[in-house]
């Protein structure tokens, strides 16, 4: 059995790398679509090593003959074109936060929560996490089963690709420019990015949490456990691809760290490299390119009854967006599921 496929949002930095990772994965694919704004019609993305597949519109597009849209063109296109696209029939799965709180859209990182998605048939749209709630949960799920996770303090340094194309683009130009004393202007983040580092990520609420910091609480709950309690503090820093989180966990059980090391040793999708020497750990430039997450500098808490620590580092292009959301297609696949229309 082979599946249609759209990219929405396929000029942008997840789109392409949505296109790469279904090439790769050899996804059984018939047909693929890349689509994005009217003003890309006709141009070209890459598809795999050696096709080239040319842009369409998504506001012309015919999506009764596409069973799976895989959606990465931000909140607002999801909120137009998510609910009409998901009654057509095709299933909908958008990497942008417009649903993932929504009762009736299942919000699923395959390791963790498969079950899950059998919920998508009422609106037939299914969410990707944000990318640091992403890394967090594959880290947190082994850990959760064995010793119960009952609080989490995380701080995370986030790549600009995280925040779209034209922010790279902007590290990129304002790095160059300081060799040559041009002034930096910022323009995608609130000040200059690099050389910098901005305790800022999405708008501010009302009680000083970002919605960022608020987006890997609730996310957290409704994918993991609702009982766990999180606190988070998200800050972009001047790295292009991979994001990095310093974890501070709270446990109900006796934690031990050769057996939180084992279990994430074995769990899927998790590389644990931690030496407690030189090198012995991993940044973020290493992970470019890798579908796992990958863990360093477990530790336990001294501070706290059954505290542990850790770092943990992923492409946030690839688990923390594109590869997740391949993958729930992926399950949408091995479980034979299909959209109906509405
Ligand atoms: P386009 O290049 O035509 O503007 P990024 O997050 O990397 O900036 O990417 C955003 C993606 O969303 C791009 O592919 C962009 O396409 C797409 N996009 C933005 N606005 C629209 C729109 N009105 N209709 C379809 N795709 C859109």
Redesign the pocket.
Known sequence: MTYNIAV????????REMLQTLSERNFPLNNIYA??????IG?EVSFGDDKILK?L???DFDFEKVDIALF???S??AKK?GPIVGKTGCIVIDNSSCFRMDDEVPLIVPEVNPDAINSFKKRNIIANPNCSTIQLVVALKPIHDHFKVSRVVVSTYQAVSG?????MDELFNQTKGVFVHDQATPEQFTKKIAFNVIPHIDTFMDDGFTKEEWKMRVETKKILDNNINLVAHCVRVPVFIGHSEAVFLECEKDISVTKVRNLLRDADGITVIDHRADEGYVTPVEVAGEDDIYISRIRKDPSVKNGLVFWCVGDNLRKGAALNTVQIAELLVSKNLKGIKI
């Open positions: 929405v949002g396929a000029t942008g930095a997840v789109g689509l994005a704004s009217k003003s890309s141009r842009v519109s998504l506001e990465s063109a931000g607002d296109i074109y925040a779209g194309k034209p922010a």
